[in-house]
């Protein structure tokens, strides 16, 4: 049974920097291997929106406007895990933000920027 679990959010203040984690389980190496990632989020009162995604090798990444030049997305496939790390965080960027990896979607971790 394939699980995704997201987590690293927070409370931060603008201007500061978080880097979040999702740890799939129910792969294989192989099987994680082929599959691009992709983040999104969702803010309150709004639909979920693509932030990121990357390639099964990693050499392939591709970001959302919002997200270009302050988010990093990478993976580590040995460890099934993706990540995003997210700097210059503006009070916009609240919202909970979850992993897909073969249509298969995390819980969510929730990222809040504020003073």
């Known amino acids: 049974q394939v699980q995704l679990v997201e987590s690293g959010g927070g409370l931060v203040q603008p201007g500061g920097s978080l880097r979040l984690s999702c740890v799939a389980s129910?792969?294989?190496?192989?099987?994680?291997?082929?599959?691009?990632i992709k983040w999104y989020r969702q803010a309150p009162g709004k639909e979920r929106e693509w932030v990121a995604d990357?390639?099964?090798?990693?050499?392939?990444?591709d970001y959302a406007d919002a997200a270009k030049g302050r988010f990093t997305i990478a993976r580590d496939n040995a460890r099934r895990t993706a990540y995003l790390q997210m700097n210059t965080l503006k009070p916009d960027d609240t919202a909970v933000y979850y992993c897909n990896v073969n249509n298969n979607w995390g819980q969510g971790t929730q990222v809040t920027v504020s003073s």
């Open positions: 990357i390639s099964p090798s990693g050499i392939g990444k």
């Open positions: 129910g792969f294989t190496f192989s099987t994680f291997s082929i599959y691009s």
